[in-house]
């Protein structure tokens, strides 16, 4: 059974930083590509990024709105991803799901609240 | 990159079918799209990929026969009968565009179905 699991979700500042982990299992983690999705409270869902696996060199790619600002990496020995993200604004709370690179599999997702 | 629209709101009586429409932006007839179910206070779980030609791959896991897709033209329709309590959700779809540096993946706005 494909299980994933975010965690990490938080409270901070404006301008801050939060690291969120997806722990994956069930599935050839280290041959797929893992992406994070977020929705906002009442809102639909927007794409953050992208990350490739090893044989496509880990390649990264990420929505405009978060671009510069947020970083995807992964640790195949680990079956983990993750979501660093800085220098945070408002517009960045969400709660955050990571997901599969066929789209299928989604974690059950982690909490972002980025107040003043 | 495609623009997917959805209407904001449907409903239909328990027992009755619905036909839920995702509408790609011009020039984008032969996308593929996945429609997604998200009940409330849980995360999107993947119903089933739509092209043209019908269904594409598998339905998700545990998705009911009475759920089916057909796509046409710039539509890609999901279509539920004898609809059940279970089924009042958000419903969601989404496309990919691009590849490598300029990949991104978008939703519609979403569907907030009702049973009355």
């Known amino acids: 059974e494909v299980q994933l699991v975010e965690s990490g979700g938080d409270l901070v500042q404006p301008g801050g930083s939060l690291k969120l982990s997806c722990a994956a299992s069930?599935?050839?983690?280290?041959?797929?590509?893992m992406h994070w999705v977020r929705q906002a409270s009442g809102k639909g869902l927007e794409w953050v990024g992208r990350?490739?696996?090893?044989?496509?060199?880990?390649?990264?790619v990420y929505a405009a709105s978060v671009k510069g600002r947020f970083t995807i990496s992964r640790d195949d020995s680990k079956n983990t991803a993750y979501l660093q993200m800085n220098s945070l604004k408002s517009e960045d709370t969400a709660v955050y799901y990571c997901?599969?690179?066929?789209?299928?599999?989604w974690g059950q997702g982690t909490l972002v609240t980025v107040y003043s | 990159q495609p623009v997917l629209t959805q209407s904001p709101s449907a409903s239909a009586s328990l027992g009755a079918s619905v036909t839920l429409t995702c509408t790609l932006s011009?020039?984008?007839?032969?996308?593929?799209v996945d429609w997604y179910q998200q009940r409330p206070g849980k995360g999107p779980r993947f119903v089933m990929r739509?092209?043209?030609?019908?269904?594409?791959?598998s339905k998700g896991d545990g998705i009911p026969a009475r759920f089916s897709v057909l796509g046409s033209g710039l539509n890609r329709y999901l279509t539920i009968k004898n609809i059940q309590e279970e089924d009042e959700s958000d419903y969601h779809c989404?496309?990919?565009?691009?590849?490598?540096?300029?990949?991104?993946?978008?939703f519609g706005g979403g569907t907030k179905l009702t049973v009355l």
């Open positions: 997901l599969t690179g066929d789209y299928v599999f």
């Open positions: 069930g599935f050839n983690f280290s041959g797929a590509g």
């Open positions: 990350i490739r696996s090893k044989v496509n060199n880990y390649a990264t």
């Open positions: 011009s020039g984008y007839s032969n996308y593929i």
């Open positions: 739509v092209g043209t030609g019908g269904i594409v791959g």
């Open positions: 989404g496309a990919d565009h691009g590849s490598g540096s300029n990949f991104v993946w978008v």
